[in-house]
């Protein structure tokens, strides 16, 4: 497939996000279903947050992912910036420009940031200075992982390629018979001990990170029907990693468990959602795409709670922490439940434009990202 082919096709399956029975647009294109979300309850504050601290990035018009190391965070914006943040105290770090819109990130170490611009470049930076770039055959809408001094890439063609960190020179790469059609969203790219995990269409695959070798290929969800839209099977958003255990969503299709040591899956759940999961020993929690928030028990995928009192409100990549969940919303709020039931904590507010990345926790500090650039920090009081 040339890169040509597989740059409409994406753009193309990003179309079928309003059609085929799929309401729900992308939590970072900021969409909802059509249906107009119920009045929220009333706050009631049984969680004492505050906003720490808040900064400005640029606009984020992409699946952006904020990668944490210790208590740094590594961002991106669509204008092209790229920088480094204390979750602490929402101190710049460092901050660097790299030329072109960027389309998939952030990724790092704490040390390299790695990033996708609109040109097809991979682009790596450290303390407020590009280090290289290189031309990718394909667009890429995951954001890259670095680790083990390498800068790993999940291709919208769904071949996985490794860089060197230092000269970003290309050391192997992986590819994969694609379909005609992908979904324009991040992707799943994980890296579980010495196995380095990629999402396949609807397949979970363990490479050898040391030269791309299939270590063993794990089947989330199956192409189904006669056309290319009817099969379009993708594995998107965060996946929720416990040690070993490694849960993923197949987009509008299902989501399921396996063990990242040998491939083995443990369970999968029919779900109809495009975003990604959290989760913790006990949970694994996602949202539907009406706005549903479901927790399934990690252990065997059977339903723990489900609350709808999100419907239609263009909900996120859930993230729990401690007994809580925090979710985002289209309306840039971020609704904290309870573990156990999935009943209102408390609410808390942004810049009313949509939460763009999945939540994060660094330290102590819970950080969310909103469309308009907005970077919030909040700590329990």
């Not at 396949?200 to 006669?226: E, F, H, K, Y």
């Not at 040998?262 to 996602?286: E, H, Q």
């Not at 007994?323 to 919303?329: C, E």
Request: aromatic fraction near 4%.
């Amino acid at each position: 497939m040339t890169a040509g082919r597989i740059g409409a096709a994406a753009v193309l399956a990003a179309s079928l996000l309003g059609l085929a029975g799929c309401s729900m647009m992308p939590s970072f294109l900021g969409g909802s279903d059509k249906a107009a979300p119920p009045q929220l309850e009333p706050n009631p504050g049984l969680l004492a947050v505050r906003q720490a601290w808040t900064t400005k990035l640029g606009e984020v018009g992409f699946p952006m992912t904020v990668a944490v190391n210790g208590t740094q965070l590594a961002l991106a914006s669509s204008d092209g910036t790229v920088a480094m943040l204390d979750a602490g105290t929402g101190r710049e770090l460092w901050r660097a420009g790299v030329g072109s819109a960027i389309v998939a990130g952030a990724g790092s170490d704490g040390t390299t940031l790695a990033v996708v611009t609109r040109d097809n470049e991979l682009v790596a930076a450290s303390a407020g200075k590009v280090l290289w770039r290189q031309k990718l055959a394909a667009q890429a809408y995951t954001a890259p992982l670095v680790a083990g001094n390498r800068v790993f890439v999940l291709a919208a063609d769904r071949s996985v390629s490794a860089f060197d960190g230092q000269s970003g020179r290309r050391l192997w790469s992986q590819p994969r018979p694609g379909e005609p059609l992908v979904l324009r969203q991040s992707g799943v790219l994980l890296a579980v001990g010495d196995t380095l995990l990629a999402g396949q269409g609807g397949r979970v695959v363990g490479l050898n990170p040391n030269n791309g070798s299939v270590r063993w290929d794990a089947a989330i969800a199956t192409p189904r029907g006669t056309n290319d839209v009817e099969r379009l099977v993708d594995l998107v958003g965060r996946p929720s990693r416990v040690g070993n255990s490694v849960c993923v969503r197949a987009f509008q299709a299902s989501v399921g468990c396996l063990d990242a040591t040998r491939g083995g899956l443990a369970w999968t759940k029919p779900s109809n959602g495009g975003d990604g999961l959290g989760g913790d020993d006990r949970l694994v929690v996602g949202t539907e795409s009406d706005g549903r928030v479901v927790a399934w028990r990690r252990d065997n995928g059977e339903r723990a709670w489900t609350t709808d009192k999100l419907l239609h409100r263009g909900t996120g990549t859930p993230l729990l922490v401690g007994n809580s969940v925090a979710v985002g919303d289209s309306t840039g709020l971020l609704h904290v439940l309870s573990r156990e039931d999935g009943k209102l904590l408390t609410r808390l507010t942004t810049d009313g434009s949509p939460v763009v990345a999945p939540p994060v926790i660094a330290g102590s500090t819970l950080v969310v990202v909103t469309r308009n650039g907005g970077v919030y920090g909040f700590v329990p009081q």
